[in-house]
């Protein structure tokens, strides 16, 4: 009797459990015909068949948000207002109250980080109008990186919607009106001042005196043609600085630019009362996604964008894609939005929680991310434990045997032991193959000498 080489596969596509679970293959396509048990040999045969095989990796992971992060406040004084955990706040809500005046939510790139006002420009002026125009108000085409009246009207717009008086409306706004206008009259009076002055030294005639002076009285004509300019500068400034102060101005306190689409509050640690500045709450997105943390040799096998199936606590199905491997929960460029018709992929934060990029810095596990396709199937289970099914390689039409029934060779190599009608029970014919993949004990065989529905032995 020929002894048999037992074969073991253990090979890197071999499926896996991650977080304390056992090796768990994922399904193959293949029927089975029942077994010819051999007593006198141990052997027992197996019909080669012709299906298709899929291997990959199983996760375990939970529903989540994603890590909160901080929101800060700059504005002095105390805390008038505080939104509620759990709240959502969308681009031109108010997300909290300080000394009565609002502080609003804008989508944008750029935060602000100084004042802004009438004729500012700058790539901060650029976010503002851009966060303005998503909002619906300002017309896109003036979004450039000119603070200008449409600007203003804006930002007058923002503060009405929420029930708030523009800026220039307050106490506040109408001194700088007030102090502006005022500085306006005395500029206009020195001018007028000014003119009179030049007018009062009259003329010059053919000697160059000026009528009924003599000589040594001629007015200084130089110095009042100077001071009359600069009368005139002086009201072109102050002029300049009415129009600024009637128009509404705003500055990193009454706003925050976040590239988020919305947020919701997660934790406010802070009470009406407090002082405003620091941190006000911590905030996530407003979609949920699945984490799962995996070794770097698991992440290896994944890709930003594989289709992943998740299993839900109930049983029930739902499909997804990676949308991070290596960047601690944040997508990846290429992994591309999973998108369903009752809400698409997860939104996230300013960095949609997790770790920085690449996993805790000095771990040997990272952070791996999935969206699922209907966010309406897991958003209300946040925090449960979900199972994730990742196909990292498949076959299809091709023949497919037990691995038990691979024999090793001497010479190198795989082979088979084919049963060949009318020989004696338990026996056969060694034929080479070539070894494809390898998934729910069975593997993917080629070989001229075997067709589907032949037979091999195992034991």
């Known amino acids: 009797m020929r002894r048999r080489t037992k074969v073991v596969l253990a090979s890197a596509i071999a499926v896996t459990v991650v977080g304390g679970g056992v090796a768990v293959p994922l399904f193959a396509d293949f029927s089975r015909?029942?077994?010819?048990?051999?007593?006198?040999?141990?052997?027992?045969?197996?019909?080669?068949?012709?299906?298709?095989?899929?291997?990959?990796?199983?996760?375990?992971?939970?529903?989540?948000?994603?890590?909160?992060?901080?929101?800060?406040?700059?504005?002095?004084?105390?805390?008038?207002s505080l939104p509620t955990p759990g709240a959502v706040i969308e681009p031109g809500d108010r997300i909290f109250e300080s000394n009565g005046l609002p502080t609003f939510l804008l989508q944008g790139s750029v935060p602000l980080w100084r004042p802004l006002q009438l004729g500012s420009r700058g790539k901060d002026v650029q976010s503002l109008n851009t966060s303005l125009?998503?909002?619906?108000?300002?017309?896109?085409?003036?979004?450039?990186?000119?603070?200008?009246?449409?600007?203003?009207?804006?930002?007058?717009?923002?503060?009405?919607?929420?029930g708030y008086v523009p800026p220039s409306g307050t106490e506040e706004g109408?001194?700088?009106?007030?102090?502006?206008?005022?500085?306006?009259?005395?500029?206009?009076?020195?001018?007028?001042?000014?003119?009179?002055?030049?007018?009062?030294?009259?003329?010059?005639?053919?000697?160059?005196?000026?009528?009924?002076?003599?000589?040594?009285?001629a007015p200084d004509r130089g110095g009042l043609e100077k001071a009359l300019s600069e009368a005139a500068t002086t009201l072109d400034e102050a002029e300049q600085d009415l129009a600024i102060a009637q128009a509404e101005h705003i500055s990193p306190s009454d706003v925050v630019i976040l590239d988020v689409p919305r947020l919701r509050v997660e934790a406010v640690p802070v009470r009406v009362g407090d002082p405003a500045g620091g941190e006000i709450l911590r905030w996530t997105g407003t979609g949920v996604h699945v984490e799962a943390t995996i070794t770097r040799s698991q992440q290896a096998s994944l890709s930003g964008g594989d289709a992943v199936r998740i299993t839900l606590p109930n049983g029930d199905g739902v499909e997804g894609v990676i949308a991070s491997t290596d960047s601690g929960g944040r997508p990846d460029k290429e992994a591309g939005a999973a998108g369903g018709a009752d809400g698409g992929a997860a939104e996230g934060g300013a960095a949609e929680g997790g770790a920085a990029e690449g996993g805790v810095p000095g771990s040997d596990t990272v952070v791996v991310r999935i969206d699922a396709e209907s966010q309406s199937a897991i958003s209300e289970l946040v925090g449960a434990a979900v199972r994730v099914e990742v196909t990292t390689a498949s076959v299809v039409d091709v023949l497919v045997v037990p691995v038990t029934a691979l024999v090793a060779l001497a010479e190198g190599g795989?082979?088979?032991?084919?049963?060949?009608?009318?020989?004696?029970?338990?026996?056969?014919?060694?034929?080479?193959?070539?070894?494809?993949?390898?998934?729910?004990?069975?593997?993917?065989?080629?070989?001229?000498?075997?067709?589907?529905?032949?037979?091999?032995?195992?034991?």
Not at 193 to 200: M, N, P, Q, T
Request: glycine fraction near 12%.
């Open 33 to 80: 015909n029942e077994e010819a048990a051999t007593a006198e040999t141990g052997l027992r045969a197996e019909t080669v068949v012709r299906g298709s095989l899929a291997a990959g990796t199983v996760i375990s992971g939970s529903v989540s948000r994603g890590g909160a992060e901080p929101l800060n406040g700059t504005a002095e004084g105390i805390l008038t």
């Open 133 to 162: 125009s998503a909002a619906g108000l300002l017309d896109g085409a003036l979004a450039d990186d000119v603070f200008g009246p449409g600007t203003s009207a804006a930002v007058a717009a923002l503060y009405r919607a929420a």
């Open 174 to 217: 109408v001194e700088r009106i007030e102090a502006a206008s005022e500085a306006v009259d005395v500029a206009r009076d020195a001018l007028t001042e000014a003119e009179d002055a030049l007018v009062r030294a009259g003329a010059p005639d053919a000697t160059g005196q000026a009528d009924g002076d003599d000589a040594s009285a």
């Open 414 to 459: 795989y082979a088979v032991e084919k049963v060949v009608p009318g020989a004696p029970a338990g026996s056969g014919t060694l034929v080479p193959v070539e070894v494809g993949l390898v998934a729910e004990a069975r593997v993917e065989v080629k070989s001229s000498q075997l067709r589907e529905g032949d037979e091999v032995l195992v034991p």
